[in-house]
């Protein structure tokens, strides 16, 4: 969200990293899709890809398995990893989705995501 829908914001990720680590959360997780490393295309902008690198060499950043069959990107549903993580490590999912779907999969998801899913907003470069 801090690219407005228009750009996928790197720096909108350290900034929300940066909130957490400084209040004393060092078991952070970011869950990004792989295909987020290649070159971007004009109608997929994306700024600052270096900072996902660097998060990357940091351990703090893990990107979602993807791969390309006949052409086509497949990409794996990396909520199920979100949730997955958050629920076993006893963390919390920051995120403005709900996750309904996974909600109905598993009966112990759909109480730790009613409970633990921390929804966020931007001002400007404000988390």
Same mark, same amino acid.
């Given at each position: 969200? $801090? ?10 990720i350290l900034l ?8 004393? $959360?060092? *078991? =952070?997780?970011? #869950?990004?899709?792989?295909? !987020?490393?290649? @070159?971007?295309?004009? *109608? &997929?902008? =994306?700024?600052? @890809?270096? =900072? +996902? ?13 993807? !791969? ?6 497949? &990409?794996?549903?990396?909520d199920r990893f979100? &949730?997955? +993580?958050? $629920?076993?490590?006893?963390?919390? &999912? ?8 996974? @909600? ?8 730790? =995501?009613?409970?633990? +899913?921390?929804?966020?907003? #931007? ?5």
């Amino acid at each position: 969200s $801090h690219g407005n829908k228009e750009v996928f914001s790197c720096r909108g990720i350290l900034l929300a990293v940066q909130w957490f680590w400084d209040r004393g $959360h060092k *078991d =952070i997780t970011v #869950f990004v899709p792989s295909w !987020r490393k290649e @070159q971007p295309r004009p *109608d &997929v902008l =994306i700024t600052d @890809q270096y =900072i +996902l690198r660097d998060l990357e060499k940091k351990k703090i950043l893990v990107f979602t398995p993807s !791969r390309r069959v006949g052409g086509k990107r497949v &990409v794996c549903y990396d909520d199920r990893f979100i &949730v997955k +993580l958050a $629920h076993e490590s006893d963390g919390v &999912v920051v995120s403005n989705d709900t996750y309904r779907d996974l @909600q109905n999969e598993r009966p112990e998801w759909k109480r730790f =995501i009613e409970e633990r +899913l921390l929804m966020y907003s #931007f001002v400007n470069d404000k988390y």
